[in-house]
């Protein structure tokens, strides 16, 4: 495809090795089970486009304001990378979440790579409302990566919200936020031509009115939803600090009678939902990282039990939905974020396992500890569960006051800046990035090299460390040739011994994707 990638009848080219059968279901069925996995085909077909006619236009515009308003959705999950997976977006569900967006996805690679295409994308039938979110640069790239989620999902959505440094250097995401003339352009070919209504997440700008323009300019263009991060590109990592719910008001004020407009930025407490829809007059509320922390935050009745609980409920999701072990990995160190400072060598086995069974194991280890710290603890807990109703109820939060509270219960996460240090740890102690970095420091001078040296050879060590980890795991072996079979292959094969029993048989094994039996293919008849 020379790079640029036409929409125009183009096909896409297929990668890697080829499925079972030449042509593959690109629809979800519509008497499939409703949590039956379903993924992206590596070869697709894009027909030639079309200009959409007036009343799909307008019909577009109207869908999300009905929607919201019709199934009365106010609590939204935010799109994550790598983060907020099928596994992950089930897990939501079942406590709060009403409307999901997938992981943002590269357009280009999408659009390109059907390996990718099929690997960055998983659904069922019951993630419904979903949104699927692409980054892109090109209007035709990212026209024709809509285009291929028509059948599968109910909006797609711009990101211009990722203020990340590989964003800059992609030219994607927050960073894309000075070329409007050029994000119109890919927000109007949607419009004009894919059957999807078009979103834009978006951060403020530096200038208040600035930002107020910017939404108008994409409203006109054609976004028939605007998501409002009240952050601006340059408060990432330590300078984060707080939204300022006050200029997403703005642009409700501005284009809210147009199309509707979410809020994203400070969401943390059961209760954060309201204030903030108040605050800003937002039809909806989306949550990002106070999700990570806290899966629960839009349960009202359920949002702080042991961290530990809520970790093993989400690899019973991540098993079922067969979610990617770096997804995994970021959840439970995420969900027990506090506790795994607490327990060091807990948070070490996390970051070099690989096998679910073993994240299993880490959280039933860290159960028995932390009911011993919670028999221990008692009277902390009853307080900080009182102290956890009351901001609930609409007291104000006191960071350094939430921070203090015992490392089992679920509760928001706070960057050392944003709270006095005396919250972390006790009068004389040090805290746990501290100690790391006094530990650094000592094996830099027995090295006799820079800070910067020991940390890299640090990394390299946890990187060989893990790979080692993964040599642990043993295959049984093919049952044909003696190579080693893959993990939970039905025939128990190696994938090409599978492929061909499957064919020669017509059997389904779902591990390698085969599905002769169930999807056999079409067979010409000789004259």
């Not at 996995?37 to 959409?52: G, V």
């Not at 959505?157 to 927050?174: E, I």
């Not at 147009?258 to 407490?269: K, L, T, Y």
Request: one cysteine or more; aromatic letters at 6%.
């Amino acid at each position: 495809m020379d790079g640029e990638t036409a929409p125009e009848g183009y096909v896409v080219e297929k990668c890697g090795e080829s499925e079972a059968n030449e042509e593959e279901q690109t629809t979800i069925p519509e008497n499939v089970d409703p949590l039956q996995i379903f993924r992206m085909p590596k070869r697709m077909t894009l027909p030639e486009k079309q200009k959409n006619s007036d009343e799909t236009i307008e019909k577009n515009l109207r869908f999300w304001k009905e929607t919201l308003e019709n199934q009365r959705i106010t609590k939204v999950l935010a799109p994550m990378v790598d983060q907020s997976e099928l596994a992950f977006r089930m897990f939501t569900r079942k406590y709060g979440a009403q409307l999901t967006f997938t992981p943002m996805i590269h357009a280009h690679l999408f659009v390109n790579d059907g390996t990718y295409r099929r690997n960055s994308l998983a659904l069922v039938k019951a993630d419904r409302p979903l949104v699927v979110q692409f980054c892109a640069n090109k209007v035709d790239t990212f026209l024709a990566a809509c285009r291929l989620v028509e059948d599968v999902c109910d909006g797609v959505d711009l990101n211009l919200g990722c203020p990340q440094m590989v964003a800059k250097r992609g030219r994607y995401g927050s960073w894309l936020q000075d070329e409007v003339d050029l994000i119109c352009e890919m927000v109007s070919a949607v419009r004009d031509y894919c059957r999807l209504p078009i979103s834009c997440k978006i951060r403020v700008r530096d200038d208040r009115q600035q930002t107020v323009e910017y939404a108008k300019r994409l409203v006109d263009a054609g976004a028939t939803m605007l998501t409002v991060h009240g952050r601006t590109r340059d408060m990432k990592g330590a300078e984060t600090g707080l939204a300022d719910w006050s200029r997403i008001r703005d642009v409700v004020e501005a284009v809210g009678s147009r199309v509707p407009v979410m809020a994203n930025g400070n969401i943390q407490f059961p209760g954060d939902v309201e204030r903030c829809m108040q605050a800003t007059g937002a039809v909806a509320i989306m949550s990002a990282e106070g999700l990570l922390y806290n899966p629960l935050i839009f349960d009202d009745a359920n949002a702080h039990v042991d961290t530990w609980k809520i970790a093993a409920e989400y690899l019973e999701y991540a098993k079922k939905f067969n979610a990617g072990t770096s997804a995994i990995r970021a959840h439970v160190f995420r969900i027990c974020h506090h506790s795994l400072l607490e327990y060091e060598d807990l948070r070490m086995r996390v970051s070099l396992e690989h096998r679910i069974e073993d994240f299993e194991n880490i959280v039933e280890e860290l159960a028995k500890r932390a009911k011993s710290d919670a028999e221990a603890g008692k009277n902390r807990e009853v307080e900080a569960r009182t102290l956890f109703e009351n901001i609930r109820n609409g007291i104000l939060m006191n960071a350094i006051e939430v921070s203090k509270q015992p490392h089992w219960i679920s509760k928001p996460y706070f960057r050392l800046k944003e709270v006095a240090k005396e919250s972390i740890v006790g009068e004389g102690e040090k805290t746990f990035r501290e100690k790391q970095k006094e530990k650094l420091a000592q094996t830099a001078k027995e090295m006799g090299v820079s800070m910067k040296q020991a940390r890299k050879r640090e990394r390299r060590q946890l990187s060989g460390a893990r790979i080692l980890e993964a040599k642990k795991i043993k295959f049984p072996p093919c049952a044909r040739c003696g190579q080693p079979a893959g993990q939970g292959c039905a025939n128990s094969k190696c994938k090409k011994c599978c492929r061909y029993q499957s064919k020669h048989e017509l059997l389904d094994c779902k591990p390698h994707r085969y599905l002769f039996a169930s999807q056999p293919p079409a067979v010409s008849a000789e004259n």
